[in-house]
């Protein structure tokens, strides 16, 4: 079957460490896969994409690897801080912008 | 900029009762979207909208209907509401390019009592 995980549903980190966000998926030829943040009670918000031709991609102190052999992408924030604090969900883009799905996501909580 | 709107933000219903959810974008995108969000379900894809005029099925559409009513708005209907429908709703568009991100509204809090 279909399947889509991230690795925790809640993941704790002190101020200024790394955090690493993992996505996994099965039987999903993803073309895409896409990181957002979710803050409570909104709606998701675009943080980066790659492309299942691209081994690593960066923005600011984000940072996504994309490996389709082991059907896996990691999310890094460096330096984190308290206000990186959110749930982040992963997206497979399943259809070239048609159809996508969704990972459970990780409530990330960065403590002072 | 908007952005994209939803309308209501929060709604009761009794069971059996119907609705409309109202979508609208100003980004002159094509595609949108229409999601629900349950707690440790992640989001999942009800239907979407290619482009005006044409709508597909998504991986939940049971007891859902939609209209494409123009470029701009995508609406969801629910005709005949029941309990396993209490979500949020959230309506997302994109550009038709396979690429691109989807924008997100601020959703739409629903409870069927």
């Known amino acids: 079957s279909q399947k889509i995980e991230q690795n925790s549903e809640a993941l704790n980190i002190q101020e200024g460490k790394t955090a690493t966000l993992t996505c996994n998926y099965t039987?999903?030829?993803?073309?895409?896969l896409q990181w957002y943040r979710q803050d409570p009670g909104r709606g998701p918000v675009f943080l980066l994409l790659?492309?299942?031709?691209?081994k690593e991609k960066r923005k600011e102190r984000l940072k996504v690897t994309f490996d389709t052999t082991l059907k896996q992408s990691l999310f890094h924030i460096t330096a984190s801080q308290p206000a990186d604090s959110a749930t982040y969900l992963c997206?497979?883009?399943?259809?070239?912008?048609?159809?996508?799905?969704f990972g459970p996501g990780t409530r990330l909580s960065v403590l002072p | 900029n908007a952005g994209v709107t939803q309308t209501p933000k929060f709604q009761v219903l009794k069971t059996g009762q119907s609705m409309t959810l109202q979508c609208a974008q100003d980004?002159?995108?094509?595609?949108m979207y229409w999601y629900r969000q349950d707690p440790g379900m992640g989001l999942r894809l009800i239907y979407y909208?290619?482009?005006?005029?044409?709508?597909d099925k998504g991986e939940v559409p049971n007891g859902y209907n939609v209209s494409r009513l123009n470029k701009r708005e995508f609406s969801l209907r629910l005709e005949s509401a029941a309990p396993s429908q209490t979500s949020v709703y959230f309506c997302?568009?994109?550009?038709?390019?396979?690429?691109?991100?989807?924008?997100f509204g601020p959703g739409t809090r629903l409870t069927v009592l």
């Open positions: 997302a568009s994109s550009s038709d390019r396979g690429s691109d991100t989807q924008y």
């Open positions: 039987n999903y030829s993803p073309a895409y």
């Open positions: 790659i492309r299942e031709n691209e």
């Open positions: 997206a497979l883009d399943i259809s070239y912008g048609q159809n996508f799905v």
């Open positions: 980004m002159n995108h094509n595609s």
């Open positions: 909208s290619a482009s005006e005029g044409t709508t």
